[in-house]
């Protein structure tokens, strides 16, 4: 793989031959007109004392006249370099006897920097202007006499001009193909023919740029999008464990080719890691990246591959997660992580899905005054921090909100207590934030000061959302879900049906996601065993009646 700091060094280099060219075709002309000079003085008795200081003038005055008309013609330096360097040495050589001249090699110094530095047609072009002004002093100066040997000698120089800018044009124009060819492969997977990794996170920066500079054109930033597909093959590691890596690579490449028949010319397919693929879709909005998402989810679904009535649903899917900036996204990093959680949320659940990203707390400042806007920033703050501190409560959050969408849903809840469920389920562990993270993540029992501490969370969580009017009918729940149905639970001892009917649902699914995650202090259960857990605690820890509601749930989605 070609290393980039390489490549840049090497191309610093060579800028600094090709400067180093050009300050020699500077300086160089400086010495013909010091010969010059000894010519028009010698029957003066001008010192060489003073003539070196001339002529370090001469070449200060001329370098900054060069600088001057290259910072003032900025955009045209293809066509000030080579001019000035060729006036230099075409006045150099007439000086110091045109057509006999000995410094008719000055030429070379531009055509070498211009082949270096430009095209090979460009070199070429410039090699013969040379190759003509030097032929053209012969026959314009030299003496009428029957053989005129400078201008045969002059012929020779000529074509080693065009050689020399054929030959070095030649090599520039293979390098720079050859590093081009370099840099297509570093930017490729070698397995599936998409970009990898590595060229995502350098287009999807141009990309976000483009889109900012469209929606700056358009003076409407919200008309620009871009869209920012993830997509990961479901159960392909069960595949790869029951058929081999060979059988696995061949689904690959028959999801890449799936991808690359899905998208349209200008969207960016990379395999983003193992099974997950990435698609940035430039000028693309919600609605149509969910399309085609949907579009790419079928086709998989649809496509037979070898083996796969050993998979669960007797098929190989993808799920993919949709994210979009700037609605949603405001940065490069926010794009892709927004992403990330919603395909995380479609592999969750439900598998062979399509989920968009979205976020609870931006739902509801929709509905807040300014003052619970700032409170929902700060919630919004304290959940970042709590995933920086401990990702395994910000992860386990995600997991009961997904739970709690599914029960909520199978239970037939009204959209209001749906609303006002999966809001608690959010941020029921948001009094988190004030227990230290020593204690969160402790491998070893709890000492008894220790899990009075934790116990305090679910009051620490209501502190911090009371003043958010919006929220007022989460605090119950979020106050009560560790309650016990036996009252011997915390923080108040509720017992049975003083407990708030969400905190008691919300207490299973917390309970059960708890065992079912691998913890810092202990290792994850099976559903199987997490169910017979509950089964066990029903009527104890959980309410029985509930308790079997959510086992009903939970065994005719998951377990098989």
């Not at 006036?87 to 082949?115: C, E, M």
């Not at 060229?199 to 976000?208: A, H, L, Q, R």
């Not at 000492?447 to 958010?468: F, S």
Request: glycine share 4%.
């Amino acid at each position: 793989m070609l290393d980039l700091d390489y490549e840049q060094n090497k191309n610093k280099q060579v800028e600094q031959i090709i400067q180093i060219i050009k300050i020699a075709s500077l300086s160089l002309p400086m010495v013909a007109f010091l010969v010059y000079y000894y010519r028009i003085t010698s029957s003066m008795s001008f010192s060489i004392y003073y003539s070196i200081p001339l002529f370090a003038l001469i070449l200060i005055v001329v370098t900054l006249i060069w600088v001057l008309i290259r910072l003032k013609l900025k955009a045209a330096k293809k066509v000030v370099d080579p001019v000035i360097s060729i006036t230099l040495a075409s006045v150099a050589t007439y000086l110091t006897g045109s057509y006999q001249s000995n410094f008719k090699f000055l030429f070379l110094f531009v055509i070498i920097s211009s082949s270096l530095e430009y095209s090979k047609k460009t070199s070429l072009m410039i090699a013969g202007i040379s190759a003509l002004i030097v032929l053209g002093i012969d026959l314009i100066f030299s003496p009428q006499v029957p053989v005129n040997t400078s201008f045969e000698s002059d012929l020779i120089l000529a074509g080693i001009f065009m050689l020399v800018a054929w030959m070095l044009g030649l090599y520039v124009n293979l390098e720079k193909k050859h590093i081009e060819e370099l840099k297509e492969m570093t930017k490729m997977d070698g397995l599936t023919g998409l970009f990898n990794h590595r060229y995502f996170y350098d287009i999807i920066k141009v990309k976000i740029k483009e889109c900012d500079d469209t929606g700056a054109k358009l003076a409407q930033l919200n008309k620009a999008q871009l869209s920012l597909l993830f997509i990961d093959i479901d159960f392909f590691k069960s595949y790869n464990d029951l058929y081999g890596h060979q059988q696995g690579d061949e689904v690959l490449q028959t999801v890449s080719v799936i991808l690359k028949e899905s998208v349209r010319e200008g969207d960016i397919i990379a395999r983003y890691g193992g099974d997950e693929f990435a698609i940035i879709l430039p000028e693309t909005s919600k609605k149509e990246a969910i399309k085609i998402a949907e579009e790419i989810r079928k086709k998989v679904q649809d496509t037979y591959f070898l083996g796969q009535e050993s998979m669960p649903g007797q098929s190989l899917t993808v799920s993919v997660g949709v994210s979009v900036y700037p609605h949603q996204a405001k940065t490069e990093v926010d794009l892709v992580k927004y992403a990330d959680d919603a395909l995380y949320r479609a592999k969750f659940l439900w598998r062979n899905k399509v989920e968009v990203y979205f976020s609870l707390l931006e739902d509801l400042q929709n509905d807040a005054d300014e003052k619970e806007k700032e409170t929902l920033a700060s919630i919004k703050t304290l959940i970042a921090v709590i995933n920086a501190r401990d990702n395994y409560t910000y992860r386990h959050t995600e997991r009961v909100v997904l739970y709690c969408t599914l029960v909520a849903d199978k239970l037939g809840l009204d959209e209001t207590t749906r609303r006002i469920f999966i809001h608690a389920a959010y941020i029921h562990d948001i009094g988190k934030i004030n227990i230290p993270k020593e204690v969160l993540i402790k491998v070893s029992p709890l000492t008894q000061d220790e899990r009075l501490l934790l116990q305090e969370h679910p009051q620490n969580a209501v502190d911090i959302i009371k003043h958010v009017s919006i929220l007022e009918e989460v605090v119950p729940i979020i106050l009560q879900h560790h309650e016990r149905y036996d009252g011997t639970g915390y923080p108040n001892q509720l017992k049975g049906a003083e407990i708030d009917y969400l905190a008691r649902l919300l207490a299973i699914i917390d309970s059960f996601d708890a065992m079912t995650s691998n913890r810092p202090y202990q290792k994850r259960l099976s559903f199987s065993k997490a169910i017979e857990e509950i089964k066990r605690n029903s009527g104890t820890q959980f309410d029985p009646d509930l308790a079997k509601d959510f086992i009903k749930i939970i065994t005719e989605s998951f377990v098989r």
